[in-house]
């Protein structure tokens, strides 16, 4: 756990960054400043506000595996807008996305398949190898699985603990029961394959505040994040804090901003997100330097929702090399 550090005790001067690592003591992570953080299933929570966090968000942290048929129960005669009815519902559209390809049976409906266009992109760098690489929001695991390709040790990282914890038992090679969405607050059983993966630290943070060691990772990745953080800049500003002299980042974005999930002020680039993302990147804008462009394209995305339902976006894709 040395890679990890302590987001509550971190300072930084005008010359330096100073970070303390986090030391393993049964299941608890501990600072020399005196914090400590909690490891829940084998999934560590590293959070600058552990309590504040657990104060919203503890129905996915104690919830455990159930039977699909016992978890629709649970949610029938309640509201879409419960905090386990909204877990069930976000597992069962980003599990069939990422691991849809492994799941028996198959996914239905207008969204069946999986987000096949993204993870080919990142397949196809495991021949050019890393020491360290990362993905900010991580989700279940799938980029994880793929950047472990073509890297010595991957860091896998998300502020959803429900989806980190199935992301840590599909990447043992386990297999991963969970609810499809048909119609409504009903689900069906489905069961996807995991991918044995090793040399992966799996945790769950923010990926505006990780609590990662910088400038140390070949390989920097966010999918789909950029629209679904508060500030958008922020969120490459520390891409770029992680990111090693000469490393890469790989970044995809539809730029569906919504309120509630990003500021308003902060939208990138008016009616062209795309060539905005582009140019902060080339000439370094609030970054630590520039970047050179190595691939641009645009690539399909489909989240299945149910079984007459889904939402497809054409998103943005970025392989840019950090200045050294």
Not at 48 to 53: H, K, L
Not at 60 to 80: I, K, N, Q, W, Y
Not at 173 to 196: H, K, M, P
Not at 295 to 305: D, F, Y
Request: charged share 25%.
């Amino acid at each position: 756990m040395d890679i990890l550090v302590c987001p509550g005790c971190r300072t930084r001067t005008a010359e330096r960054l100073d970070v303390r690592t986090l030391d393993r003591h049964g299941d608890v992570l501990s600072c020399a400043c005196g914090r400590r953080y909690p490891i829940v299933d084998g999934v560590p929570i590293v959070l600058a506000d552990p309590v504040g966090y657990l104060a919203n968000e503890m129905t996915t942290v104690v919830e455990r595996d159930l039977d699909p048929e016992v978890a629709a129960l649970l949610v029938a005669d309640g509201s879409d807008d419960a905090p386990y009815a909204r877990l069930l519902e976000h597992l069962s559209i980003y599990i069939d996305n990422q691991w849809g390809d492994r799941a028996t049976p198959p996914p239905d409906g207008p969204g069946a398949g999986f987000a096949e266009a993204i993870f080919e992109k990142l397949a196809e760098r495991s021949s050019h190898r890393v020491e360290l690489a990362v993905e900010l929001g991580c989700s279940v695991g799938r980029g994880v699985a793929e950047l472990a390709k073509g890297a010595a040790h991957t860091v896998g990282l998300d502020l959803q603990f429900g989806s980190v914890r199935r992301a840590r038992k599909l990447l043992a090679g386990d297999d991963l029961v969970y609810g499809r969405r048909t119609i409504g607050r009903n689900y069906a059983r489905t069961t996807a394959r995991g991918i044995a993966t090793a040399n992966v630290t799996l945790l769950c943070g923010d990926a505006l505040d990780p609590p990662l060691i910088p400038a140390v990772y070949q390989r920097v990745v966010a999918l789909n994040l950029l629209d679904s953080v508060r500030t958008p800049r922020q969120l490459l500003s520390v891409i770029d804090a992680l990111c090693a002299p000469g490393g890469e980042i790989i970044l995809t974005s539809p730029y569906a901003w919504q309120s509630g999930y990003v500021d308003d002020d902060q939208r990138l680039g008016g009616d062209d997100p795309a060539a905005a993302v582009l140019d902060l990147l080339k000439y370094g804008r609030g970054l630590e330097t520039a970047y050179r462009i190595e691939e641009a394209s645009e690539l399909p995305w489909t989240l299945r929702r149910d079984s007459r339902s889904a939402a497809t976006y054409c998103i943005h894709y970025i392989r840019a090399r950090k200045g050294t």
